[in-house]
Nanobody, 128 residues
C-alpha cells in the first residue's frame, strides 16, 4: 500500500487548508484512515480518523470543531479540511492506513501503532 499526502503549505493564522491523501495498492474501502502530525521536537500525535464508510470519525480535542476528515472511496482518497488554523497546528502531517486493527465495530484507532501504512508527510506552516 502506498499513501501520497499533499496539500500542505504556508497559511496565515485563521486561514484554511485542505490536505489530501491518495492511496494505491490496497483495499482502501476496508481501511481506517487517519491523520497524524509531528511538530519539531515533539512526538507524533493523532489528529483525526475515519472509518471504512466514513460513518464514524474521531478527532483530537485540539482540532475538534476546526478540522474535518472525510473520504471518497471511489477515488481512494482521504481529506483533512483544516480551518481556523493556529500557529500550534504547524507540523508535518502524515496520513496512515489501518488494515488490521479495526474490525468494523467499537472505537476507531487513534494510536499510531495501530496503523500499518504511512505516507511521506506534508508540511503545514502557520504564520502568526
Amino acid at each position: 500500500v502506498q499513501l501520497q499526502a499533499s496539500g500542505g503549505g504556508l497559511v496565515q493564522a485563521g486561514g484554511s487548508l485542505r490536505l489530501s491523501c491518495a492511496a494505491s495498492g490496497g483495499t482502501f474501502s476496508r481501511s481506517v484512515m487517519g491523520w497524524f502530525r509531528q511538530a519539531p521536537g515533539k512526538e507524533r500525535e493523532f489528529v483525526a480518523a475515519i472509518s471504512w464508510s466514513g460513518g464514524r470519525t474521531d478527532y483530537a480535542d485540539s482540532v475538534k470543531g476546526r478540522f474535518t476528515i472525510s473520504r471518497d472511496n471511489a477515488k481512494n482518497t482521504v481529506y483533512l479540511q483544516m480551518s481556523g488554523l493556529k500557529p500550534e497546528d504547524a507540523a508535518v502531517y502524515y496520513c496512515a492506513a489501518d488494515h488490521t486493527t479495526w474490525k468494523g465495530w467499537g472505537p476507531i484507532p487513534t494510536q499510531s501503532r495501530s496503523y500499518d501504512y504511512w505516507g511521506q508527510g506534508t508540511l503545514v506552516t502557520v504564520s502568526s
